[in-house]
C-alpha cells in the first residue's frame, strides 16, 4: 500500500519558482516509476513529468521542457519538481503519482498507468 503526500505549492508571480515535494511511504521507494501530473478547473489531468525508478530515464510534457525539473532522492523516499519561470497558464493542482513496479526502461505517461496518488497540491501563478 503506497502513500503519497505532496506539498510545495503556493502563490508565486509570473516567472517566479516553487519546488514541490512528494514523499512516499508503504512501498519500497526504489521500486516506484513516479510522475507529475496537474489538473486545472473544468480540464481533464495532463502529464506533466516522470521519472524512472533508477532515475536514468525521464520524459516531460513539451509544456514543462526547459523550464521543469523532476528528479527523485531514493534515500529520503522523495520525488520533486522544480519549477521555474512560471506562467499564470501552470495554474494547477499538481498530482505525485506512482507506477508499482516501475521500470528501468519506461515512463508512463498516462494517468491510467498508475497506480496511486496524492492529495494533489495547489499552484496559483499570478501576473
Known amino acids: 500500500q503506497v502513500q503519497l503526500v505532496e506539498s510545495g505549492g503556493g502563490l508565486v508571480q509570473a516567472g517566479g519558482s516553487l519546488r514541490l515535494s512528494c514523499i512516499a511511504s508503504?512501498?519500497?521507494?526504489?521500486?516506484?516509476?513516479m510522475a507529475w501530473f496537474r489538473q486545472a478547473p473544468g480540464k481533464q489531468r495532463e502529464f506533466v513529468a516522470a521519472?524512472?525508478?533508477?532515475?536514468?530515464?525521464?520524459d516531460y510534457a513539451d509544456f514543462a521542457k526547459g523550464r521543469f525539473i523532476i528528479s527523485r532522492d531514493n534515500t529520503k523516499n522523495t520525488l520533486y519538481l522544480q519549477m521555474n519561470n512560471l506562467k499564470p497558464e501552470d495554474t494547477a493542482v499538481y498530482y505525485c503519482?506512482?507506477?508499482?513496479?516501475?521500470?528501468?526502461?519506461?515512463?508512463?505517461?498516462?494517468?491510467?498507468?498508475?497506480?496511486?496518488w496524492g492529495q494533489g497540491t495547489q499552484v496559483t501563478v499570478s501576473s
Open positions: 508503504g512501498h519500497t521507494f526504489t521500486r516506484l516509476g
Open positions: 503519482a506512482a507506477e508499482v513496479s516501475g521500470t528501468t526502461y519506461y515512463v508512463p505517461t498516462k494517468s491510467y498507468e498508475y497506480d496511486h
Open positions: 521519472i524512472t525508478l533508477n532515475e536514468l530515464i525521464v
